[in-house]
């Protein structure tokens, strides 16, 4: 690759797309927040002002349900002392600083994040456009590359500050390309694995590498004069042991703690995630979540070793829950179970820390089973955030899914809500479990385009139990955290609601294929069959009232505005949350 190739995406007119893409989403997202408060022109036009007011942004959008703001990206325009200017997001952020309560410290780097996440949009504006109709019918990683979007509620989503643009190009994953991991020997008195019920190391890694890749690296110890049985082995990042391990790590590798083996041979694709890999060359092997010491949408995205030690327990506690639970099996509820973990202890940073350092989160890995040896014929596997992407031409992924499902939306919702939301409703009002269940966390087993089943990932880290008198196996006390009885709801009306479904009915709505009634019908039809179903859950029902006439409304970009290195804290995440006002329940 040229030096003028690595920067060959960043045209003048893609830049300029990318720019009004971007500031399309910062009117919406932010005016949701409360943020600024948009002025009404009349006919569904508005306009903001900056900070000092001389700036005025124009645009036309429409207003639905949970205070969703559908703007128009192609009516935005900016104006100065009578002047139309051209769209920089940059600007943007410059003229409403003080709106945003973007700190001196903050900006610059928050700026640094949106150049990036613009850098990555001109980038998937090179590649093909997918028509949504032909994606939908494509296999799950060709879908999972072809997300062009991200969270759809953070503005800066793609900010992966650490990423030099050859790497960028490496390891993002919508540029697809194939990936080899680096494989180290760590020393048994610095590093731990541990696995689920019935897995041993020996035969697990024999499984994952093969018995060749094994005795290379044991031939790479012993030609050093080391014993291949005082060590384990971890997976790294490539990224990580270019930029970290070999450099930060410098004592570990020097006095042989740390050995690199090289790479290994199986080919991997980023996920959307970015630090978890799906196995190209055999897709029926795991996953493998790694370390990565970048910072992506509010946090560096290292991996705790303390936290790897308990991983595999809690997974086969909540596998083992979902199976001896009807009303979960009816749905068809899996999970992807992580299987085994590894992580390494770095003492002397350790001594230097408290145990939610980032320098405590950069060696370590974890094994998730794949999928794909669950589907039976005629199935085909799709990443929840799918839902929400829309091809160049404005047409949706699940408008495509239910055109080729041949069954009315209203049909085609009705299987998918049973799928993805009676689990995430039995989970609480049963148990008092709460999912992470963005569209990110969760895969759809689809078969001509209707939602068969759901799978859950991204286990051990997301999951909590709110009740303080659970009983819990000591593995998996981790999980339970102190939530104040009128925020527990929040579990599902921030994260479901206002952070999935209020973007899955405003493009359902825009492309004319439903209207909110019917979206948000269908929402409270699944509620009600759940609760009459489960009449033994009554006094509960009661007491945490999905139909209640309205919820708080909680903030993620004024999380990420207010710090974006550690937006929430990680030891008390309801006390981060950052409420502002009520949204109105579309379901009430």
């Known amino acids: 690759m040229t030096l003028s190739d690595a920067t060959a995406h960043l045209s003048p007119e893609r830049w300029e797309q990318a720019n009004r893409l971007l500031i399309r989403k910062a009117i919406a997202e932010f005016a949701h927040e409360r943020l600024f408060t948009p002025e009404p022109l009349g006919d569904d036009k508005y306009v903001i002002r900056s900070d000092d007011a001389l700036t005025r942004y124009r645009f036309t959008a429409k207003r639905l349900r949970l205070d969703?703001?559908?703007v128009d990206a192609d009516s935005i325009s900016r104006h100065r002392d009578g002047t139309e200017l051209p769209l920089n997001a940059l600007d943007f952020f410059i003229e409403l600083r003080t709106a945003l309560g973007l700190s001196d410290e903050i900006l610059p780097v928050y700026l640094e994040e949106i150049s990036s996440t613009l850098s990555g949009t001109c980038y998937k504006l090179t590649k093909p456009a997918i028509p949504a109709a032909e994606l939908s019918r494509s296999g799950f990683q060709e879908i999972e590359?072809?997300?062009?979007?991200?969270?759809?509620?953070?503005?800066?989503?793609?900010?992966?500050?650490?990423?030099?643009?050859?790497?960028?190009l490496s390891y993002a994953p919508e540029t697809a390309s194939p990936v080899r991991l680096v494989w180290l020997a760590a020393s048994k008195e610095r590093a731990a694995f541990t696995a689920g019920a019935g897995i041993d190391y020996e035969s697990f890694f024999r499984a994952e590498l093969g018995q060749e890749t094994l005795e290379r690296f044991d031939r790479k110890l012993r030609d050093q004069g080391l014993d291949p049985e005082d060590y384990l082995l971890i997976p790294a990042h490539p990224w990580q042991w270019w930029n970290k391990l070999s450099v930060t790590f410098a004592a570990e590798v020097a006095?042989?703690?740390?050995?690199?083996?090289?790479?290994?041979?199986?080919?991997?694709?980023?996920?959307?995630?970015?630090?978890?890999?799906?196995?190209?060359?055999?897709?029926?092997?795991?996953?493998?979540?790694?370390?990565?010491?970048?910072?992506?949408?509010?946090?560096?995205?290292?991996?705790?070793?303390?936290?790897?030690?308990?991983?595999?327990?809690?997974?086969?506690?909540?596998?083992?829950?979902?199976?001896?639970?009807?009303?979960?099996?009816?749905?068809?509820?899996?999970?992807?179970?992580?299987?085994?973990?590894?992580?390494?202890?770095?003492?002397e940073y350790e001594a230097a820390t408290d145990r939610?350092?980032?320098?405590?989160?950069?060696?370590?890995?974890?094994?998730?089973?794949?999928?794909?040896?669950?589907?039976?014929?005629?199935?085909?596997?799709?990443?929840?955030?799918?839902?929400?992407?829309?091809?160049?031409?404005?047409?949706?992924?699940?408008?495509?899914?239910?055109?080729?499902?041949?069954?009315?939306?209203?049909?085609?919702?009705?299987?998918?809500?049973?799928?993805?939301?009676?689990?995430?409703?039995?989970?609480?009002?049963?148990?008092?479990?709460?999912?992470?269940?963005?569209?990110?966390?969760?895969?759809?087993?689809?078969k001509d385009g209707v939602v068969q089943r759901a799978i859950f990932k991204d286990i051990a880290e997301e999951i909590a139990v709110?009740?303080?008198?659970?009983?819990?196996?000591?593995?998996?006390?981790?999980?339970?955290?102190?939530?104040?009885?009128?925020?527990?709801?929040?579990?599902?009306?921030?994260?479901?609601?206002?952070?999935?479904f209020r973007f899955l009915s405003a493009n359902l709505v825009t492309e004319g294929l439903v209207d909110e009634e019917t979206f948000w019908g269908a929402?409270?039809?699944?509620?009600?069959?759940?609760?009459?179903?489960?009449?033994?859950?009554?006094?509960?029902?009661?007491q945490f009232d999905m139909f209640a006439p309205e919820?708080?409304?909680?903030?993620?970009?004024?999380?990420?505005?207010?710090?974006?290195e550690q937006m929430v804290d990680l030891a008390d995440p309801a006390g981060a949350l950052q409420l502002v006002g009520t949204l109105k329940n579309p379901i009430a």
């Open 145 to 168: 590359t072809g997300m062009t979007e991200g969270h759809p509620c953070f503005v800066a989503n793609n900010g992966r500050l650490g990423f030099g643009v050859h790497e960028y």
């Open 551 to 564: 919820f708080s409304r909680s903030c993620l970009n004024r999380l990420q505005l207010r710090d974006n």
């Open 523 to 542: 929402v409270a039809e699944c509620v009600n069959a759940y609760q009459e179903a489960t009449p033994q859950l009554a006094d509960k029902f009661k």
């Open 356 to 446: 939610y350092s980032p320098y405590r989160k950069m060696l370590a890995a974890l094994w998730r089973e794949s999928p794909v040896p669950s589907l039976a014929e005629g199935e085909q596997l799709a990443t929840m955030a799918s839902l929400l992407h829309t091809d160049r031409d404005g047409a949706s992924f699940a408008g495509a899914l239910i055109e080729r499902s041949g069954l009315t939306p209203a049909e085609w919702l009705r299987g998918y809500l049973h799928a993805y939301l009676t689990p995430l409703l039995h989970s609480f009002y049963m148990y008092d479990l709460v999912f992470m269940p963005h569209g990110e966390n969760v895969i759809l087993v689809l």
């Open 466 to 500: 709110m009740d303080p008198d659970a009983v819990l196996p000591p593995t998996v006390e981790r999980l339970r955290v102190e939530v104040p009885d009128d925020q527990k709801l929040l579990s599902i009306f921030t994260d479901v609601f206002d952070c999935f």
């Open 68 to 70: 969703h703001w559908q």
């Open 255 to 347: 006095q042989r703690h740390l050995v690199c083996l090289g790479e290994g041979d199986d080919e991997y694709l980023a996920q959307q995630s970015i630090r978890t890999f799906f196995n190209q060359s055999d897709p029926a092997k795991h996953y493998v979540k790694t370390a990565l010491s970048v910072i992506n949408m509010g946090f560096m995205r290292g991996l705790s070793a303390a936290y790897m030690e308990a991983t595999p327990a809690i997974n086969d506690w909540l596998a083992n829950l979902i199976d001896t639970d009807e009303t979960l099996k009816s749905t068809g509820l899996t999970i992807i179970r992580e299987r085994a973990a590894v992580g390494y202890r770095h003492l």
